[in-house]
């Protein structure tokens, strides 16, 4: 049998729609710094886990995705999620490419309605 | 141009407040997402590849200045800078935060816009040809009969949950720059034998992955019956149309599937019935308080030629380019329509920066124009501009970094958003245009080609309009790999038709070369005057097909 394609865990951030990866039982807006799960089974246990983010209304559209090894590094393995991770191709003055600066959960300002 | 009165204000803050209450309870968890999600698309928000995504009506593509300035204000404060301009003549930004939606929602409204039915499944903003009260030979101003359909279908209680998406266009000329037969809805402007004005009703047109040209339905349908017409479709409709299966829920089905005759007598019946009650006739005073918003400009009375104008002709080869595509004869002497293109080389079709917005209001400030369009070719016009003034006008667009002379060339591409942006895209269109733009930057090489209409869509869902394209292109998703197909003599125009698949598809670095290839194959094969979709017509697709796939056979054996 062949060996399993690794995956990760994205969602969106509900506030913003930020573009959020699995971390160690929590998220980061970096792609690199995403949890890579070799064991399929490791990978739902956190897309389960994520359910829980979802509940709370912190993010939404939870999904896993696969990605590959490569001498640069972890790269996903769809174009949609390639440029998930970095922002529009035509227009790298935006997105995660652009440095405008992830925010991370906790930099999230106190909700002004 | 049209001006909210007291119920249309009221109207449109109320949804704002409505929808910021909406957004509290979402974060606050009050509401699930799928309980949110289809109060969010009602407000035209949509959750897309990287973000949130914004989609703003602008009715029958007309914008007066403040509006434009408002748009700008809005990219600069709530988003990245940029607004992008859609085939339905809305705009979209593509990176506002939920928690400011309810705020830009009352930016909107402050300059009488917003964002209500621009998605969902009910009747969305109503398109006109953007030359709309310029252009010669128009019968009337099509934008009067796009506003009441628009005030009738705004919240109508009946068509709020329709089958599937419903959208309606207006033209009035001859010439179809409206793209009316691929609509749900088409309505074309005629006058009958007896010298009165009516409408001729298309019904069934539309892409996707089923793609239709609409059927005559009504012949000629009075101006006082058209909202009752509108309303037996729109009920046969209501009542018919599928539900149990999305790709099959659009008018387009119905019609074709009961086919002109038998469609037009179901319409009929609910025509009847509507006429009895005596309601929906459109009171004459009411038509003509509408019309009063959409009168011209007084228009000066100028001499056909203008001295300045001829000079900068001569004098100044980018202004001459410019001149010769994108004007267009206006209907009053020492007039011109000027078509603003999306379009710059190797740029983001429809994309236009916070501060080409301004720029643009400017520039009506300082010519005195009262409105400015937004084109479903993804294009902007200004649709009175005295000729004298045009040299001065061409170099303020200059400056903007607006002043490309492409207009129905080659490099007028439409173009979707793609995977660059979208959720339901399958692969990239955006960077395959601009590859496309610049291929074929030379502007001599242009000219020679003529009129080409390429059009390009990321899916099957065919906002790019690929199917009416003179050359469509598709992209697909083919194991992950993105893949381009490419389709010949499609037309969005008064002669609309069906591109025909030309066959397998192309890697996305092959696309370019291909496309390429196509339109080496109209040069060898066209007649003098002809252009590419005649030749196409004329020649049908063998001749394109073995020249296109030729070299690529050679390399595979």
Same mark, same amino acid.
Not at chain 2, 351 to 368: K, L, N, R, T, Y
């Given at each position: 049998?062949?060996?399993p ?32 799960? +070799?064991?399929? #089974?490791a %990978?739902e246990?956190?897309?389960?886990a994520? &359910?829980?983010?979802?509940?709370d ?11 590959r ?10 174009e949609?999620?390639i ?9 790298? +003055?935006?997105? #995660?490419? %652009? ?6 959960? &906790? ?7 | 141009?049209?001006?909210?009165d ?6 449109v ?5 409505q929808?910021r ?6 974060i ?22 990287h ?12 914008l ?11 990219a600069?404060?709530y ?15 593509h990176?506002p935060?939920?928690k ?27 398109t006109?040809?953007h030359?709309a ?8 101003d ?8 628009r ?19 207006v ?25 009165e004005?009516?409408?001729r009703?298309?019904v069934g ?16 349908v009075?101006?006082t ?12 409709y ?8 999305i ?13 002109a005759?038998?469609?037009?007598r179901?319409?009929?019946?609910e ?16 038509l ?8 011209p ?19 100044d ?5 410019w ?8 209907r ?14 190797g ?5 236009i920066?916070a ?6 209001a400017?520039?009506?400030?300082d ?11 993804q ?16 170099a ?36 395959i245009?601009?590859?496309?733009q610049?291929?074929f930057?030379?502007l ?8 080409i ?13 690929h ?7 598709l992209?697909v998703?083919k194991k ?9 003599g ?32 109209y040069?060898?094969?066209r ?6 979709l005649?030749?196409y017509r ?20």
């Amino acid at each position: 049998m062949a060996a399993p394609v690794p995956q990760m865990l994205t969602a969106n951030r509900l506030i913003d729609g930020e573009v959020l990866y699995w971390h160690d039982g929590n998220w980061v807006s970096d792609f690199a710094r995403g949890d890579v799960f +070799d064991d399929p #089974k490791a %990978a739902e246990a956190a897309l389960e886990a994520a &359910k829980a983010f979802m509940r709370d209304n912190i993010v939404v559209a939870a999904y896993l995705f696969d990605v590959r090894r490569t001498a640069n590094g972890v790269e996903p393995v769809k174009e949609r999620e390639i440029i998930r991770a970095a922002g529009p191709s035509n227009r790298t +003055d935006t997105g #995660k490419q %652009a440095g405008l600066g992830p925010q991370e959960p &906790k930099d999230i300002p106190p909700i002004q309605l | 141009m049209y001006r909210y009165d007291e119920f249309d204000a009221k109207m449109v803050r109320e949804r704002a407040e409505q929808f910021r209450y909406q957004v509290e309870r979402r974060i606050k968890g009050e509401l699930t997402e799928d309980e949110f999600k289809p109060l969010r698309l009602k407000n035209g928000l949509y959750l897309q590849l990287h973000s949130y995504m914004l989609r703003i009506a602008v009715p029958y593509g007309t914008l007066a200045q403040r509006q434009m300035r408002q748009l700008a204000f809005i990219a600069r404060k709530y988003d990245r800078g940029y607004g992008h301009f859609t085939t339905r003549t809305n705009m979209q930004f593509h990176w506002p935060r939920l928690k400011d939606v309810p705020d830009i929602l009352h930016h909107l409204a402050d300059v009488e816009m917003h964002c209500i039915q621009t998605s969902g499944n009910c009747v969305r903003n109503v398109t006109a040809d953007h030359f709309a009260g310029a252009i010669a030979g128009e019968l009337e101003d099509p934008r009067p009969i796009s506003e009441i359909i628009r005030q009738y279908s705004s919240f109508h209680p009946e068509f709020n949950y329709l089958p599937r998406k419903f959208k309606i266009a207006v033209s009035a000329t001859k010439e179809d720059r409206a793209a009316v037969k691929w609509h749900d809805i088409g309505i074309e402007i005629i006058k009958n034998d007896a010298g009165e004005i009516g409408y001729r009703v298309f019904v069934g047109g539309g892409m996707g992955r089923t793609p239709y040209v609409a059927l005559e339905i009504g012949h000629f349908v009075s101006k006082t019956d058209i909202l009752a017409y509108i309303e037996a479709i729109l009920r046969v409709y209501n009542e018919y149309g599928r539900r149990d299966n999305i790709h099959k829920a659009r008018v387009k089905i119905l019609v074709h599937q009961l086919g002109a005759d038998e469609f037009r007598r179901q319409v009929e019946v609910e025509f009847a019935e509507i006429k009895k009650t005596g309601t929906l006739q459109l009171p004459p005073e009411e038509l003509k308080r509408i019309e009063a918003y959409f009168a011209p400009p007084a228009f000066e009375d100028l001499p056909d030629e203008s001295p300045e104008f001829d000079a900068a002709v001569k004098a100044d080869k980018d202004f001459a380019n410019w001149a010769k595509t994108n004007l267009t004869p206006h209907r009053a002497r020492g007039y011109a329509i000027a078509t603003i293109s999306l379009k710059n080389i190797g740029m983001t079709t429809g994309d236009i920066s916070a501060d080409q917005m301004d720029g643009v209001a400017q520039i009506m400030d300082d010519f005195g124009f009262t409105e400015v369009r937004v084109s479903h070719e993804q294009n902007l016009v200004f649709p009175h501009v005295r000729k004298k003034d045009l040299p001065a006008v061409f170099a303020r667009l200059k400056a903007l970094d607006l002043a490309t002379a492409n207009a129905g060339l080659i490099t007028d591409i439409i173009c979707c958003p793609g995977l660059d942006y979208c959720d339901l895209a399958n692969a990239r269109s955006i960077p395959i245009s601009m590859a496309i733009q610049k291929r074929f930057a030379d502007l001599e090489r242009q000219h020679d080609l003529g009129e080409i209409k390429i059009k390009m869509s990321g899916c099957i869902n065919a906002c790019g309009h690929h199917h009416a394209g003179h050359i469509g292109i598709l992209g697909v998703d083919k194991k992950g790999v993105e893949f381009y197909q490419i389709q010949l003599g499609g037309s969005g125009a008064e002669d609309a038709s069906v591109g025909e698949i030309m066959g397998p598809g192309f890697g996305k670095d092959e696309i370019v070369d291909a496309i390429e290839r196509v339109v080496d194959a109209y040069v060898k094969l066209r007649e003098p005057g002809e252009r590419l979709l005649d030749t196409y017509r004329r020649v049908g697709m063998t001749p394109f097909k073995n020249m296109v796939y030729r070299e690529q056979m050679h390399a595979a054996y």
